[in-house]
Antibody, heavy 115, light 107 residues
Framework: QVQLVQSGTEVKKPGASVKISCKASGYSFTKYYIHWVRQAPGQGLEWMGIINAGLGSTNYSQKFQGRITLTRDTSTRTVYMELSSLRSEDTALYFC????????WGQGTLVTVSS | DIQLTQSPSFLSASVGDRVTITCRASQGISSYLAWYQQKPGRAPKLLVSAASTLQTGVPSRFSGSGSGTEFTLTINNLQPEDFASYYCQQVNSYPYTFGQGTKLEIQ
């Protein structure tokens, strides 16, 4: 069955970087896009960016441009999201999701940014 | 960026009711719209793609309609498990923006 399994909770200090993984299984990895979406506590969903898992091409929300990097490793079927220059406002639950219309989602990774 | 405005932001209803959530886009997006349901602490669940295509396994009491700039999600005969937050998302052009959400609460 299709699964997206994300790495665990992260606690970071302001100014640091975080790199979250999203490991895919149960489908042809290179066939689909992977999105990253985040949700701050008590807030709505925010789209961050997308990677074509086959080609490796990316598109980022302008809001995160310069701070976000999406990469993928086809040998391990894993997509990575790195966010740099973290600030307290980046405290959120981060999700990866498959396909343009996202039918499968990771379980979420909580990132807390605090001094 | 394309802005999506959902209304209402909060909705109070009872089991058995029919409710409608509206999503308006700041510019035309054809039918490139999805609807998601989210329960606290959980990942969103895709309900409707391409504005009106119900996903496999989603109860038929859910339906989506619209095109261009105005879209609706209708839930007939509300069930206890339907009380959740609902989001629209446009996938017409990057960035793939979400509406601000509608929280459906039990009256």
């Amino acid at each position: 069955q299709v699964q997206l399994v994300q790495s665990g909770t992260e606690v970071k200090k302001p100014g640091a970087s975080v790199k979250i993984s999203c490991k895919a299984s149960g489908y042809s990895f290179t066939k689909y896009y992977i999105h990253w979406v985040r949700q701050a506590p008590g807030q709505g969903l925010e789209w961050m960016g997308i990677i074509n898992a086959g080609l490796g091409s990316t598109n980022y929300s302008q809001k995160f441009q310069g701070r976000i990097t999406l990469t993928r490793d086809t040998s391990t079927r894993t997509v990575y999201m790195e966010l740099s220059s973290l600030r307290s406002e980046d405290t959120a639950l981060y999700f990866c999701a498959r396909k343009t219309y996202s039918d499968y989602w990771g379980q979420g990774t909580l990132v807390t940014v605090s001094s | 960026d394309i802005q999506l405005t959902q209304s209402p932001s909060f909705l109070s209803a009872s089991v058995g009711d029919r409710v409608t959530i509206t999503c308006r886009a700041s510019q035309g997006i054809s039918s490139y719209l999805a609807w998601y349901q989210q329960k606290p602490g959980r990942a969103p669940k895709l309900l409707v793609s391409a504005a009106s295509t119900l996903q496999t396994g989603v109860p038929s009491r859910f339906s989506g309609s619209g095109s261009g700039t105005e879209f609706t999600l209708t839930i007939n005969n509300l069930q206890p498990e339907d009380f959740a937050s609902y989001y629209c998302q446009q996938v017409n052009s990057y960035p793939y923006t979400f509406g601000q959400g509608t929280k459906l609460e039990i009256q």
